[in-house]
């Protein structure tokens, strides 16, 4: 009788009945498995292996044993086992269990897992007439156990263990599916299908719609940082972020012409205020789908693109990935194929300002049509960084299983959608010479920052609620290997430039943005301003001013004072920024990943470092003077702004001023 496990080169595989599954070495300390039940592993465009997130791996030898019951392969610090009914468990190199797949089956009579459940830990579940809905469950260990990642999320919670998440990209929600474990090992979902994760006090599950396999991938690791480096190893890092990048961006909706743009430019410098970027926002173009100013509005971009850069500014132009019926692009994009598709009803994935259909960034074809027009209409004429909106995409009706890509449906692969928008404009930036290419996009995959991407948060309200909000959900996804990381300082929606809690939340979130990975000061402010003119993007209204001069004196005051201290933290920022594009090491992380020893450290959810010095805790709550915050043990502790030193492993109380968010440091530094 033939053995259910053959060694293949480098490669533990085991078939039973209709399953293969593929064990193998994918860098150091980690594994890549994948299963199928289809006659073959799944392949991709031109015969290649589908690898979605995962970069060819480093050559890492394997020790592989193969025995009558069971076979166990090792790399470095991990090795897994298997029985021979199917069941993984993975251990690190101690011995010590991180993961062990969840099966209560009846195949082995004396095994632990014997159970009348019939329940497999692999389920592939047939779609009639497709691929499988897949179900991949795990065993929870530990109820002790914490894990973090996943990607952004609009909820408060940086330990993720007990939560439910969904599996799909929308407005102000990334899944970037790396999860972090306090056990010790990182774990990528390695599957762009539309699915869900919930990980359970019993059972975590993962969940995909509709895929052809299994794949995920799998590393050990003594030490946070030694995780985070080989996931980022595994996928990619962040290229260097170039230096105009690492100051301050103003923003607003929406700048109506050139000249209000270069006025509020102008604004800055005559005040004599840092700015590195400003935003020509959405509707700035005709029509949707048509990459271009509106010659109404914007009549002379390269003057103004001169004169900012002149001024030391770079302007940063927005993308919409929405193709009007109207547009002057659309029937040539809908005769070559360019354009996702609806499987049910009229084509039409957004409403808004006119019946729109999304460019379709799994089309290679597609990518290089989309740059071809934003090369010729903007980067030709200086543009060298783009806000690329709307990367989920967004639809009107997030009916996942009504859009089909070029590479197949939404619920299989609708997830890398916003990495092949960012890839869209990486390539083309590449091409055209390029370095040290950043783009800002409202979502993100595993493996968009080796494009460049720039996440921020998305539409998100103007709230103390939402500023505690994105402390999670930014920890998060630098802890999912999204370094490059931003809000909408003031939040998107809402927020009355006369209303004083509005004053007192900005200023808090303006503190809590200069200690982000980038600062930039947004927001659709009330009440709308008049609109100016009636054609094209104009019928696109616009908010209130939004510049830090726009309020009152005293939120000036505090807000000059930041940007002054961005400004003399550049050295610093440049220094974690390279370790970002050279180890994958998050920019901003919560303190268990400095001080993976202090416990406390993994019970802290509201603080966070600044890379390896600064160790931040913003105030979020309205009216408050004061902040209660945790001091990791083995550290003495300086007040950036007093000189007081205290020693570490405690928690205090310090003053919070409205102009002081309370900053500590490692090295005795002041502000």
């Known amino acids: 009788m033939s053995s259910i496990f053959t060694k293949e080169q480098n490669r533990l595989v085991y078939r039973y009945d209709a399953e293969k599954l593929w064990i193998e070495p994918w860098g150091k300390n980690s594994f890549r498995v994948r299963s199928t039940k289809n006659a073959e592993m799944p392949l991709g465009l031109g015969g290649k292996p589908e690898d979605w997130a995962l970069l060819p791996p480093e050559p890492s030898p394997a020790e592989i044993k193969i025995e009558e019951n069971s076979a166990s392969i090792r790399n470095g610090k991990i090795e897994i086992r298997i029985s021979k009914y199917g069941q993984i468990t993975v251990y690190n190199q101690k011995g010590e269990k991180l993961l062990e797949e969840y099966a209560r089956h009846r195949r082995d009579m004396k095994a632990r897992t014997c159970s009348a459940l019939e329940i497999e830990a692999r389920e592939f579940r047939p779609i009639i007439g497709g691929d499988y809905e897949l179900f991949m469950r795990f065993e929870s260990l530990s109820p002790e156990e914490k894990i973090y990642g996943l990607g952004q999320y609009q909820q408060p919670y940086l330990n993720l263990k007990g939560i439910d998440l969904e599996l799909a990209h929308r407005n102000s929600q990334a899944s970037v599916p790396f999860a972090l474990s306090s056990l010790g090992y990182g774990f990528l979902w390695n599957n762009p299908a539309v699915g869900r994760v919930t990980f359970g006090k019993n059972i975590s599950t993962w969940e995909a719609r509709s895929t052809k396999a299994l794949d995920y991938w799998v590393t050990a690791g003594d030490s946070p940082s030694e995780i985070e480096e080989a996931y980022a190893g595994a996928t990619g890092t962040v290229p260097m972020m170039p230096d105009y990048a690492m100051g301050f961006w103003q923003c607003k909706l929406r700048y109506q012409t050139q000249e209000e743009l270069l006025e509020i430019a102008r604004g800055y410098k005559q005040r004599g205020l840092p700015l590195s970027v400003i935003v020509a926002d959405f509707f700035h173009w005709p029509l949707q789908g048509e990459w271009k100013f509106d010659p109404t509005y914007w009549p002379n971009p390269d003057a103004m693109i001169k004169e900012l850069k002149e001024m030391g500014i770079e302007l940063m132009v927005s993308i919409w990935p929405t193709v009007d019926r109207r547009s002057e692009n659309f029937q040539e994009m809908i005769q070559k194929g360019l354009l996702i598709r609806t499987e049910r009803g009229f084509r039409i994935g957004m409403d808004f300002q006119g019946n729109t259909i999304h460019y379709d960034a799994t089309n290679p074809e597609a990518r290089d049509y989309v740059w071809a027009k934003a090369k010729q209409n903007y980067y030709d004429k200086g543009v060298k960084i783009f806000w690329l909106d709307e990367a989920e995409p967004e639809y009107s009706v997030y009916d996942f299983d009504n859009y089909r890509y070029f590479l197949g449906p939404n619920v299989r692969i609708g997830n890398i959608y916003p990495v092949m928008y960012a890839k869209t404009f990486f390539d083309g930036m ?98 709308d301003k008049p609109q100016f003119g009636v054609t094209g993007g104009a019928t696109c209204v616009s908010g209130a001013d939004n510049e830090v001069w726009s309020f009152t004196d005293e939120v000036y005051e505090i807000c000059k004072k930041y940007l002054f201290l961005r400004e003399k933290l550049k050295p610093y920022i440049t220094e974690i920024m390279r370790a970002a594009h050279e180890k994958g090491s998050p920019v901003i992380r919560p303190l268990f990943y400095d001080f993976p020893e202090d416990t406390a450290a993994w019970e802290t959810e509201d603080q966070f470092m600044f890379g390896p010095k600064y160790l931040v805790s913003p105030v979020y709550r309205d009216g408050e003077r004061e902040r209660k915050l945790y001091l990791p043990a083995g550290e003495k502790w300086t007040n950036a702004w007093t000189g007081e030193t205290t020693e570490g492993g405690k928690t205090i109380t310090v003053a919070a001023p409205i102009d002081q968010i309370p900053v500590f440091t490692k090295d005795g530094t002041k502000f």
């Not at 909408?488 to 979130?509: A, Q, S, T, Y």
Request: hydrophobic share 40%; proline share 4%.
């Open 430 to 527: 590449t091409a055209a010479g390029q370095k040290n290419i950043l783009n800002l996009l409202r979502c993100a995959w595993a493996g968009s920052q080796r494009y460049g991407a720039l996440v921020w948060s998305g539409d998100i309200h103007s709230s103390f609620e939402s500023l505690r909000n994105q402390m999670a959900a930014g920890l998060n996804m630098a802890i999912a290997g999204i370094p490059w990381w931003t809000t909408d300082i003031g939040g998107f929606h809402g927020g009355d430039v006369k209303d004083p809690h509005f004053h007192e939340l900005l200023i808090r979130w303006f503190e809590y943005g200069c200690f982000c990975p980038v600062m930039r000061l947004h927001g659709y402010r009330e009440p």
